[in-house]
């Protein structure tokens, strides 16, 4: 699916709803003014701020991990306060979560109306600027980490020079290029513009003014709303793994196969130069791989032996063709994981001074009686510094192998620490948060 398809879906979505609790609900009631344009938008933002909230808090930790990544990057660029935003992503996401999803169903059903439609704005200005200042990155040089104010150091615009690739606004489900994220956030405002100017007009769905006991039903609605939003969050990272992965480590993934193809898939660049002729003024336009056709551009020389041709490195370009394959799953380097023809068990533990150590416990047990029948287990980890790695598997009994991994990697194959897979010849069988780690039998109903 792409960024248009989408926007297709949604807005078939949008005109059924217009057409049904906006026109058709209306019609129901005398002397009722139609004004299908304003619940169109009403009804298409509504609707893409509860998908986008849909497909992110099924994964909250991602959504956090990516904020990260913003906050990191505008701490580099000096922007105050940077650090503490990164320490608190988790909470500072899942409020964005909760809100996404509770101010798309209001403007669903009309509720709140001023409020909600200035908070909605309030927001898309916030990310506009996010994925605004992520863009604008390419002017500016990474290997010399050039502040984005400096506007006399701009150089010409390079996607290489980006920062964040992709703005995970809709998760891992679908990846957009920072072009089509910062113009999609563009359009969003706009609309979000356009419904606080048309508030008025907007479709009411629940007699808002009516009262239950001391409070109205529109308080009671939203009380609702934010429990409801705030459980499903939760559910996802804190009691559970996500209920839908969309990562390249999902259960039913052939690891060896998705590697294989991703390795196949290579990145494909070229450099566009511009050469200045010193003598007559003329300028040759030539891409690295036509370079060869024009070897005037080094034979020719001046009366002194030196070039005439020369290079300008302000409008030396580097373009993108194919960006290739960017999953985490290439840099998946256990071989004898992906290799292993017999269950076998992946621990994945991530930052082991956080780890759950009673998690990992069980997991040990479980790893002894799959060793008994010939089932290996590995354990990867990213860091540890309140005690060496010998003295964590001496605390939680692990009798197998630990071997360091990227942190992103790990984080990407389970959201859970510690987490165990179950994998058999390269295939992700099945996958345990550690708050859910199955005894040893319930294992073997999976390999039965």
């Known amino acids: 699916m792409t960024v248009y398809t989408l926007f297709l879906y ?39 701020l509860i998908f986008s909230g849909l497909v992110k808090g099924v994964d909250p930790l991602g959504t956090a991990y990516k904020m990260q990544d913003y906050f990191t990057e505008f701490a580099a660029q000096g922007l105050p306060y940077m650090d503490v935003m990164h320490e608190n992503a988790l909470p500072f996401s899942l409020f964005m979560l909760v809100l996404e999803l509770v101010l798309g169903t209001c403007l669903i059903l009309g509720l709140g109306q001023r409020k909600t439609t200035w908070i909605n704005l309030s927001m898309m200005l916030f990310f506009t600027f996010l994925t605004g200042f992520n863009y604008l990155t390419g002017y500016t040089s990474k290997s010399e980490q050039v ?29 957009l290029k920072p072009i089509e994220t910062f113009i999609k956030d563009i359009i969003y405002t706009i609309l979000s513009l356009f419904l606080v100017f048309n508030v008025g007009k907007l479709k009411e769905l629940l007699p808002i003014n009516k009262k239950i006991g001391p409070l109205n039903l529109r308080t009671i609605v939203v009380s609702i709303l934010i429990g409801v939003a705030t459980w499903f969050c939760f559910q996802n990272f804190y009691f559970d793994k996500p209920m839908v992965d969309f990562r390249p480590f999902a259960e039913g993934i052939d690891m060896r196969a998705a590697k294989e193809a991703c390795d196949a898939d290579v990145a494909v660049a070229e450099t566009v130069y511009t050469y200045n002729n010193s003598e007559t003024g003329k300028q040759q336009i030539v891409n690295s791989k036509e370079l060869m056709d024009y070897p005037y551009l080094w034979k020719e020389k001046n009366a002194a032996g030196e070039p005439i041709w020369n290079v300008d490195k302000e409008k030396t370009e580097r373009k993108i063709i194919h960006e290739g394959c960017n999953s985490q799953i290439q840099y998946f380097k256990f071989d004898d994981v992906l290799d292993n023809a017999k269950y076998n068990f992946l621990v994945v533990g991530g930052n082991l001074d956080k780890s759950d150590k009673a998690a990992f416990k069980q997991i040990s047990e479980v ?71 199955p005894t040893y039998e319930e294992v073997k109903a999976f390999m039965n």
């Open 10 to 48: 949604i807005g078939i979505a949008a005109i059924a709803l217009t057409a049904t609790i906006g026109v058709g609900h209306s019609k129901l009631k005398e002397h009722a003014v139609i004004h299908p344009l304003q619940w169109f938008v009403q009804y298409f933002v509504g609707s893409l």
């Open 147 to 175: 502040n984005i104010l400096h506007f006399a150091r701009w150089e010409n615009f390079s996607d290489g020079n980006i920062r964040i690739t992709d703005c995970g606004c809709f998760g891992d489900f679908l990846k």
């Open 367 to 437: 790893a002894a009686a799959g060793e008994k029948e010939g089932y290996s287990t590995k354990a990867l980890y990213y860091y540890t510094d309140k005690q060496t790695v010998d003295e964590f598997r001496h605390d939680v009994n692990g009798a197998y192998k630990f071997e360091t991994a990227d942190d992103k990697l790990l984080k990407t194959i389970v959201r859970a620490n510690p987490g165990l897979v179950l994998l058999k010849d390269g295939k992700v069988i099945k996958k345990w948060h550690h708050k859910h780690i």
